[in-house]
């Protein structure tokens, strides 16, 4: 069964930074599209980062210049480095992976990251 386990969220004061970890099994992590997404109390589920197999990346605007995502193949490992973190980026946190060729979605189960003083 594919799994996606994410960590690194916490309780952080704005200015502050985290980085988020999700790490993937049972899938040919190369190949997929992986990305994070947050959803905030109340609202959609919206996207935040993601790096292609061949490592391009994109962002929604909201967080360009703040956070970076990344992924370590070897480790089947995607990363989220988030800088400047302001209330806003309060949300639950959720990792997902996606081979593009056949449009195959895996979700992880969320990290919570609460951006307060």
């Known amino acids: 069964q594919v799994q996606l386990v994410e960590s690194g969220g916490a309780l952080v004061q704005p200015g502050g930074s985290l980085r988020l970890s999700c790490a993937a099994s049972?899938?040919?992590?190369?190949?997929?599209?992986m990305g994070w997404y947050r959803q905030a109390p109340g609202k959609q589920r919206e996207l935040v980062a993601t790096?292609?197999?061949?490592?391009?990346?994109n962002y929604a605007d909201s967080v360009k210049g703040r956070f970076t995502i990344s992924r370590d193949d070897g480790k089947n490992t995607v990363y989220l480095q988030m800088n400047s973190l302001k209330p806003e980026d309060t949300a639950v946190y959720y990792c997902?992976?996606?081979?593009?060729?056949?449009?195959?979605?895996?979700w992880g189960q969320g990290t919570q990251v609460t951006v307060s003083s």
């Open positions: 049972r899938i040919t992590f190369s190949l997929y599209t």
């Open positions: 790096v292609g197999s061949g490592g391009s990346t």
């Open positions: 997902h992976a996606r081979w593009t060729v056949i449009n195959l979605n895996y």
